[in-house]
């Protein structure tokens, strides 16, 4: 089978992966977009298709609202015992497990320590039937950044027995930004893989030693070197099962996210070295049957919201009715579409498409809905009652839990009579424009074209809201498709 990187173009960050049997499993980065910990699913590492997630709420009050830049951050994925364990730290409520027997179905969520400041953990299940965990630190939240502490588990995982010790510091070895760790056993050694240098300079290390909790021995096994890809690292090391070894990382492309790249990968100088000589091959041959996946984009709501739409907060049964076919958005409260957990949104799955969503308005007073692209800034094509309208918002953070300052600029407004009409966004090579059609007419431009963006450790995501600025529910409007369509007008069902 052969393959191009990146093998898939929608933004998966921090991705990791298990092999079980012939089938491989990939979970990455959710931040605020709930059910988070998505699950993809694969038999020849090029085609993949979306079988669920792993976290389908975030037990907080906090997670009630959106909550950018927190949320689930680089979880990793194991399998053990007949068991898939997902761990994750969210930055500010500490370790959780999810696990499952089936990963296409219900995880459960296991709370194993309040912390803050724990990031990026991993599990390591020894042969001598004790299990391990390996964690970085995040800086914002603890001043630390470039060292990472292994801790004792109870021999199932979900408690942590010790306070841990310290198994490397990039103080020593002028390594900043040491995070992502992945924890193996290979052939008796112990080995942590680890980016370091930040994402879009960084490099991947692969680290060594005879002892679990080491010391370790480092070495640069990915780099950019003369190629494009930056930052190649935080990912995944594996085997296919067949005798090849191979490693999957992201590239941070900007406002199309972190997109996964695969990499073979070298044992023989004892170390692994990965894709050509330790610096990114642009593609090349798996050597495994093509396997045929889907990734869900456009949808009728035929039967239900389909699994590529995430809420940008915990779900919330009054934001919306599922009408078979057709999807109803209530105008729950919300001052902007940047603070309305109800925006159902999605990961890019291509670079260049239309967004085109069919839409019926049953608005009251201070409601509006529409169809938007988040990122910072971001941008909402938004339909009240007598009016459409462009706006962009402009956000400022502060910090983890004080509230952000959103201001949104008006850019275009139109008056309009019906409650029927079209809009699209249309994204080509970096840039967006909106678009509405009333019925029996053609798509009229609004506004300029402009840029995206993206949006707290994210992509730049398109989207579908409906909110009422009032601070209480108000009415409705009825989403009848939300169909992608490639340049050339074909609708996008899949991703390859």
């Known amino acids: 089978m052969e393959y191009q990187n990146p093998i898939l173009k929608g933004d998966y960050s921090d991705p990791d992966v298990t092999r079980v049997g012939e089938d491989f499993y990939l979970i990455s980065s959710s931040f605020t977009y709930i059910p988070g910990i998505p699950v993809l699913h694969s038999r020849d590492l090029v085609h993949w298709e979306l079988i669920g997630y792993a976290a389908s709420h975030l037990p907080f009050e906090r997670y009630r ?54 990031i990026d953990p991993c599990p390591l299940f020894d042969d001598d039937g004790r299990t391990w965990l390996v964690h970085g630190f995040a800086a914002s939240r603890c001043g630390i950044n470039n060292i ?8 199932d995982g979900l408690q942590v027995l010790d306070k841990g ?9 002028n390594d900043i930004t040491v995070e992502g760790p992945k924890w193996y056993k290979r052939e008796g050694t112990y080995w942590i893989f680890c980016p370091a240098g930040g994402v879009k300079p960084g490099y991947q290390l692969a680290m060594r030693s005879d002892h679990l ?19 190649p690292h935080q990912g995944a090391w594996f085997d296919d099962g067949k005798g090849r070894d191979w490693f999957i990382h992201f590239q941070d492309i900007g406002p199309y996210g972190r997109v996964p790249h695969l990499q073979p990968v070298d044992w023989r100088s004892g170390w692994p070295i990965m894709g050509k000589s330790g610096e990114p091959v642009p593609g090349g041959e798996t050597g495994l049957a093509a396997w045929p996946a889907s990734i869900p984009v456009s ?24 009408r078979k076919p057709g999807l109803r958005l209530y105008a729950a409260p919300a001052d902007t579409m940047y603070q309305a957990g109800q925006f159902l949104s999605q990961i890019m799955q291509t670079y260049d498409f239309d967004m085109e969503a069919s839409l019926e308005l049953h608005l009251q007073p201070g409601d509006a ?37 959103v201001r949104e600029t008006l850019l275009a407004e139109r008056e309009i009579s019906a409650v029927k009409l079209m809009v699209r966004i249309r994204v080509r090579q970096g840039k967006m424009d909106f678009a509405f059609a009333l019925p029996g007419q053609d798509w009229e431009l609004i506004g300029e074209a402009c840029s995206l963006a993206a949006g707290g450790w994210t992509a730049a995501r398109p989207g579908l809201f409906c909110l009422n600025r009032h601070g209480m529910y108000g009415g409705y409007a009825d989403i009848g498709s939300a169909v992608f369509r490639d340049p050339d007008g074909t609708r996008i069902n899949r991703t390859h």
């Open 369 to 405: 809905a529409g169809i938007g692209m988040m990122g910072y800034p971001y941008h909402a094509l938004t339909a009240e009652k007598g009016k459409i309208r462009l706006c962009r918002g402009e956000i400022a953070e502060y910090g983890r839990f004080t509230p952000e300052t």
């Open 299 to 322: 949808d009728d709501f035929e039967t239900g919201i389909g699994l590529q739409w995430q809420w940008q907060a915990n779900p919330d049964p009054a934001w919306f009715q599922v």
């Open 65 to 118: 609202r959106p909550a950018h830049r927190c949320g689930t951050w680089a979880p990793s994925l194991r399998y053990h015992n007949g068991i898939f364990y997902v761990y994750v730290c969210l930055p500010d409520e500490g370790l959780f497990a999810f696990t499952t027997r089936n990963p296409a179905e219900r995880w459960d969520c296991h709370w194993i320590k309040d912390v803050s400041g724990w």
């Open 165 to 173: 010790v310290l198994v490397y510091s990039g103080r020593e070895h």
């Open 148 to 155: 990472l502490y292994a801790h004792e588990m109870s021999p």
């Open 213 to 231: 909790l080491g010391p370790y021995e480092p070495r640069i096994v990915l780099q950019q070197g003369s190629t494009p890809v930056n930052g």
